[in-house]
């Protein structure tokens, strides 16, 4: 089974480096989807089923928690597994995220076997062993 | 907390993101009085950002074009030559905003804080004159100049 991704994170550079650990992982993607930003991963998640949401917290226009709560509020998409990435990794930064309803929390810097694990803890499966 | 307290903290947090996700060893760390005088701007990437939270001020990295694109060869498992200079900018930017990141979280724990989004441009920082703390990093990709300024009125969330 092939998995739709959205990958929201402002920075494209991030977003390239979890398309490439993914990719390693070896985790059936069928289509990376991409939002810079809260409001753009809104409209990406209208138009496009999504398997997986990978959000980061702080960005312009809206943040990753503001988005948490869209999602999880909107009865067509609160069922989307959520994990957030992010360089916050304060511990009532964490409990607050998954309080909130995030199914994981994976801060930055994160070593590429880590964000694998957590996404196919989510997902299903078993991560590659190149891992 | 004053800038002087980061001195053991930046050293650390950034061996660690840079080990981590650029698979870049810091080899060495100096304290400085002031930013490097370049001899061509035009040479080196400068980014900076805010931070608030419990401690708030300022963050910021410096590094020549060429260590930059080494570091994002590395960051994005790309050849350093289909490396732009575009891309050199963005994880410069990235890597600006993941150092105060670590960092940051160690010093709030508990606590939450915000980083604005990195932007461009050198910023001038005294130790002597500012609550900051410049501090030189040779890495096995080149030399890195972080620094931190602190605001005098902590801010709460």
Redo the contacts between chains.
């Keep these: 089974m092939a998995f739709n991704i959205l990958i929201v994170d ?5 977003r ?2 979890v398309r ?1 650990v993914v990719d390693i992982a070896g985790v059936d993607v069928g289509n990376y989807l991409e939002a810079g930003n809260g409001v753009e991963a809104l409209v990406v998640l209208h138009n496009e089923w999504v398997d997986l949401i990978m959000t980061d917290i ?1 960005m ?1 226009e809206m943040d990753g928690e503001e988005l948490l709560l869209e999602v999880r509020n909107d009865p067509a998409l609160a069922t989307i597994p959520v994990l957030v990435v ?8 964490v409990r ?1 995220m998954i309080s909130l309803g995030a199914d994981g929390y994976v ?5 590429p076997a880590t964000l694998s694990q957590e996404m196919y803890r989510l997902l299903g499966g078993t991560p590659n062993e190149s891992f | 907390m004053k800038a002087s307290e980061f001195s053991g903290l930046i050293p650390e947090c950034c061996s ?2 840079l080990d ?2 650029y698979f870049t060893t810091v080899l060495d760390s100096q304290l400085k009085e002031s930013m490097p005088a370049e001899p061509a701007e035009a040479d080196f990437l400068s980014f900076h950002l805010r931070f608030v939270g419990h401690i708030s001020g300022r963050f910021g990295l410096h590094l020549s074009q060429g260590t930059a694109r080494s570091l ?1 060869a590395n ?3 790309e050849e350093e030559t289909d490396i732009s200079s575009a ?1 050199a900018g ?2 410069a ?2 890597l600006t ?2 150092l ?3 960092v ?2 160690r010093v ?10 990195p932007e461009p441009g050198n910023l001038v920082v005294r130790a002597g004159l500012d609550d900051a703390l410049i501090s030189r990093l040779d890495t096995d990709n080149g030399v890195l100049t972080v620094w931190v300024v602190v605001d005098g009125e902590p801010c709460r969330l």
């Excluded at chain 1, 801060?107 to 070593?111: A, R, V």
């Excluded at chain 2, 709030?108 to 989004?117: T, Y």
């Design positions: 402002d920075s494209p550079a991030m390239r480096v490439r702080n312009p992010s360089t916050d990794r304060s511990e009532g930064r607050q801060s930055k810097p994160f070593l | 660690e993101v981590a996700m994002a960051f994005l498992g891309d963005e994880v930017g990235e905003n993941m105060c990141g670590s940051m979280s709030e724990g508990e606590d939450r804080f915000v980083l604005s989004h």
